[in-house]
């Protein structure tokens, strides 16, 4: 079964940048789809970002269009999720998640169900 490890949360004030990371323990390029999802204190987990098997298709919810950035590392089998200009309602536990579904050249984060492998998440936490 594929493991994830998501690293890279942490404090920031509003305004500044994260970079998470999201390390597969083998090949998900041409494999799997990566999605980014989150989930604020007592609210339903979300779908933030997602990036296609082959890296051509990307999605973003719009809340975070224009300042989230998801790219694929494809020689160390690594997920980027680079987060700018954050905003306090960012703030959450972050996962990556991995959908079987080769040669994909779209994604969706809007259905957390088609995911099946998922990491234990990384605090992002955004505050002066």
């Known amino acids: 079964q594929l493991q994830l490890m998501e690293s890279g949360g942490g404090l920031v004030q509003p305004g500044g940048s994260l970079r998470l990371s999201c390390q597969a323990s083998g090949r998900i390029s041409d494999y799997y789809i990566i999605g980014w999802f989150r989930q604020a204190s007592g609210k339903e987990r979300e779908g933030v970002s997602c990036?296609?098997?082959?890296?051509?298709?990307?999605e973003y919810r719009d809340s975070v269009q224009g300042r989230f950035t998801i790219s694929r590392d494809n020689t160390q089998n690594m997920v980027y999720l680079q987060m700018n200009s954050l905003k306090p309602e960012d703030t959450g536990v972050y996962y990556c998640a991995a959908d079987w579904n080769p040669r994909s050249t779209s994604c969706t984060a809007h259905h957390k169900g088609r995911y099946r492998h998922w990491g234990q998440g990384t605090q992002v936490t955004v505050s002066s």
């Open positions: 990036i296609s098997s082959n890296g051509v298709g990307t």
